[in-house]
């Protein structure tokens, strides 16, 4: 499956965005998918998750409680609407589609399909 991000851009600390990700090749609705960031100078990290229904989430306790993940599989699409945006989460922003059927704290090893990249910039 190919994935295309989309949405990131430059906001102020407190702030909001929405990034969106669309599959193609193969229904995405065969994969569960997430998101991983990597900041400059740092190692890409876990962001969140979501199960192919939707009907489960995950998170890293850094997003947990201002990220929420969501999916529409009619439309082949994912989404991170990011809340409360602090400096520290400036970085790239990657959708991936995972090898598995859960949502849990994904490892780069447990992925299929990595999108390009979007970046997000929060100032202070």
């Known amino acids: 499956v190919q994935l295309q991000a989309s949405g990131g851009g430059l906001v102020q600390a407190g702030g909001s965005l929405r990034l969106s990700c669309t599959a193609s090749g193969r229904s995405q609705s065969r994969y569960a998918m997430g998101w991983f960031r990597q900041a400059p100078g740092k190692e890409r990290e876990f962001v969140a998750a979501i199960t192919r229904s939707g009907g489960s989430t995950y998170y890293a306790d850094s997003v947990k409680g201002r990220f929420t993940i969501s999916r529409d599989n009619a439309k082949n699409a994912l989404y991170l609407k990011m809340d409360s945006l602090k400096p520290e989460d400036t970085a790239v922003y990657y959708c991936?589609?995972?090898?598995?059927?859960?949502?849990?704290?994904?490892?780069?090893?447990?992925?299929?399909?990595w999108g390009q990249g979007t970046q997000v910039t929060v100032s202070s």
């Open positions: 991936v589609a995972s090898k598995y059927s859960g949502a849990y704290y994904y490892t780069e090893a447990d992925i299929n399909s």
